[in-house]
């Protein structure tokens, strides 16, 4: 099956190619640079929840989860699931390729991060759900092209849960993370965010938190961690209330210590359908958040600008009509990248990844 999949990908991707050229829709958004998919459009095969890192200038690595079957990875299929990656060198990316076997169960959110060294960290979990897995870390030394054996991370230890981590300068790897029990069906389930730090690369972790919604056990998770206009970490993380009939919103918290003690959550104005989003963080609080902005549906994946590190978010753009679960990384040459889940023309209740490109410079004068 992956041998198909891989020699359906270069046709695939010249075609949609040529389509999103020809779509006159991209042209009225002049801060749209690009887009293009990274995952082959074929019919019984499913993506979902990716992430990405520039290696270094001008280039890319880029993973995501995907596995054959029918129906969704992240809900109908309970094996086969797996990570593949592609690398952009600057002109064009690499056919996809399977890095990690789910075999007979399921790969999850799939984090890849860089060091100042070059080296790359890849975070992922494996379990039939969600709720029950175990979590590695694997490493590359040329940009993801090769990958170590897997290590499996300490119990207790999740690593980044779907957003990158945030490096500090003296080397902490502070990583935003989130650890939920029980089905939203369930009498008895809990949620909460937390902040997993490894000050060696690794080798030893600490875990800070938890950061629970006032009164609510079944609350956040999925923060995505970024630097205010004050130099402070903050999180923004998703409720899960639309999951149980309420309304949902994302919330946030500050630490003005580096990562290692937080303020209580407090319930922004940005509603929340419990869908992932990212943040991305052009420095000195100038931020960009990729979201659905729905308190009930996961479309269309909407863009948010903040020139004041968070405390205030414009009205929402539109990036897409149909998009979730989106990565966003800002490049060294100002630009950010963003890659989210998109039905799938083969099969409509499936999905691919795409990745696009945005001048942040169009999008706002002061950015």
């Not at 952009?88 to 984090?111: A, K, L, N, Q």
């Not at 549906?297 to 968070?310: E, I, K, M, Q, V």
Request: glycine share 10%; hydrophobic share 35%; aromatic share 8%.
């Amino acid at each position: 099956m992956i041998k198909k999949i891989v020699a359906a990908i270069g046709a695939v991707l010249f075609f949609n190619s040529f389509l999103l050229c020809a779509d006159p829709s991209a042209k009225e958004k002049s801060w749209l640079l690009k887009e293009e998919f990274l995952s082959p459009d074929i019919d019984h095969f499913d993506c979902h929840s990716s992430s990405l890192v520039e290696t270094k200038e001008g280039a890319l690595c880029a993973v995501w989860k995907g596995g054959a079957g029918e129906g969704k990875s992240n809900i109908d299929m309970e094996e086969g699931v797996g990570i593949w990656t592609s690398q952009f060198d600057g002109t064009s990316w690499s056919e996809p390729r399977e890095i990690v076997s789910g075999g007979s169960s399921v790969c999850w959110t799939p984090v890849v991060c860089k060091y100042p060294s070059g080296e790359l960290f890849l975070f992922y979990r494996i379990g039939s759900v969600p709720r029950h897995t175990v979590n590695f870390l694997k490493k590359s030394q040329d940009g993801g092209n090769t990958w170590s054996d897997p290590d499996l991370l300490p119990a207790g230890i999740m690593g980044p849960q779907k957003n990158k981590p945030l490096l500090t300068a003296d080397g902490a790897l502070i990583c935003p993370s989130s650890v939920s029990v029980g089905e939203p069906g369930d009498l008895f389930k809990a949620t909460a965010c937390w902040i997993d730090i490894t000050e060696d690369q690794g080798k030893h972790w600490k875990k800070v938190g938890p950061l629970e919604l006032p009164n609510q056990k079944f609350g956040v998770i999925e923060p995505a961690l970024f630097l205010d206009a004050k130099g402070h970490m903050r999180i923004l993380c998703r409720d899960r209330a639309h999951k149980i009939g309420g309304v949902g919103y994302i919330w946030q918290a500050i630490s003005e210590d580096g990562g290692n003690h937080w303020s209580e959550l407090t319930r922004t104005d940005l509603p929340n359908p419990d869908s992932a989003f990212d943040v991305a963080d052009l420095g000195e609080g100038r931020l960009v958040l990729v979201y659905n902005h729905s308190h009930t549906h996961r479309f269309p994946l909407n863009l948010a600008l903040s020139t004041d590190g968070g405390d205030h978010w414009s009205q929402p753009l539109v990036l897409d009509e149909i998009g979730e679960f989106p990565a966003a990384i800002v490049t060294s040459d100002g630009l950010i990248h963003i890659t989210y889940a998109f039905p799938s023309s083969c099969s409509p209740d499936q999905r691919r990844i795409k990745h696009v490109v945005i001048d942040p410079k169009k999008l706002h004068p002061a950015y």
